[in-house]
């Protein structure tokens, strides 16, 4: 198969990528992080973009700097993703987006010499760096790893003096991407019907859509809030744990009252479930 073949098969596999997007947005458009999401796909269809691009031989670079500052902006709002203060963030989102467009201004788009210099690669790959770590510990860290290694590799062969097949780097981003979508599909639905408590459903929920960087503040309110009411038991990162001590009726009784501090801490990202 050609190369014009081969970029045209990423982008279809990009394209089914919708799938597990809107299965996504159905278990997202309870919480906060509904303006992350639209992100999210507005960054895949920059992606998806570069196709005809790369077909035709246009300016690859600049133009998938773009999509990789668009695309980055989905971590940054998940950073900024708690209620009431999403309105505020988009501006912050926005300063964003004007301050990574500063490269495009200082070397002309169509220019085969355009690249980014140290500084503005430092940027744009500790926003990725950041994002990729948000997310290693929850169930779906191995996906955002796939995708964080694609992003990095791009980044990476923007600089100075790079001399590779920017159009094969994009198929490599368009399939990360793909593949990381349906990895995570998989993984969610793979666990989605498992036996776990009510405040062990509530923290998974928060702990794997928010990352580390949220959920470690609502586990501690929470555990704040236990200790303070005098509740057995610990919130970890797997879940609730200490409970074994006391009998059946104890217990349950017990996982209502962390359910019901739980919820109250998450209040701001989710509905309680």
Same mark, same amino acid.
């Given at each position: ?8 098969? *990423? ?39 570069? +196709? ?34 999403? *309105?505020?963030?988009? #501006? ?52 955002? *790893? ?30 990360? %991407? ?8 998989? %993984? ?5 019907? +498992? ?14 859509? #928010? ?5 470690? !503040? ?34 349950? +009784? ?5 359910? !019901? ?10 509905? *309680?479930?």
């Amino acid at each position: 198969m050609t190369k014009d073949g081969l970029i045209w098969l *990423s982008f279809g596999a990009l394209v089914t990528a919708a799938g597990p997007w809107l299965w996504g947005w159905g278990r997202v458009r309870s919480t906060s992080l509904t303006h992350a999401w639209f992100w999210l796909l507005l960054g895949g269809v920059a992606v998806a973009c570069l +196709t005809p691009f790369a077909h035709a031989g246009g300016p690859l670079r600049p133009l998938r700097y773009v999509a990789l500052v668009v695309l980055a902006t989905f971590p940054l709002a998940v950073l900024g993703a708690v209620r009431p203060r999403l *309105s505020a963030w988009s #501006f912050v989102l926005v300063g964003w987006l004007a301050a990574a467009s500063l490269p495009l201004l200082q070397v002309s788009w169509r220019s085969p010499a355009w690249y980014l210099d140290g500084a503005w690669l430092a940027f744009l790959g500790g926003v990725w760096i950041v994002g990729v770590v948000n997310y290693l510990p929850t169930r779906f860290g191995l996906p955002v *790893s796939l995708v964080g290694c694609a992003l990095g590799w791009n980044v990476w062969q923007m600089r100075l003096g790079a001399e590779t097949d920017p159009v094969l780097e994009i198929m490599l981003l368009q399939l990360a %991407l793909a593949g990381g979508a349906w990895w995570a599909w998989w %993984l969610a639905r793979r666990h989605e019907e +498992t036996r776990e408590s009510d405040v062990d459903r509530l923290w998974f929920r928060v702990r794997n859509l #928010f990352g580390v960087s949220w959920a470690s !503040r609502i586990q501690q309110q929470t555990q704040a809030a236990a200790h303070h009411a005098g509740l057995e038991g610990r919130l970890t990162w797997f879940g609730l744990s200490g409970l074994d001590g006391q009998e059946a009726t104890q217990a349950a +009784t017990t996982r209502r009252e962390w359910h !019901r501090l739980l919820a109250a801490a998450s209040a701001r990202f989710v509905d *309680s479930v």
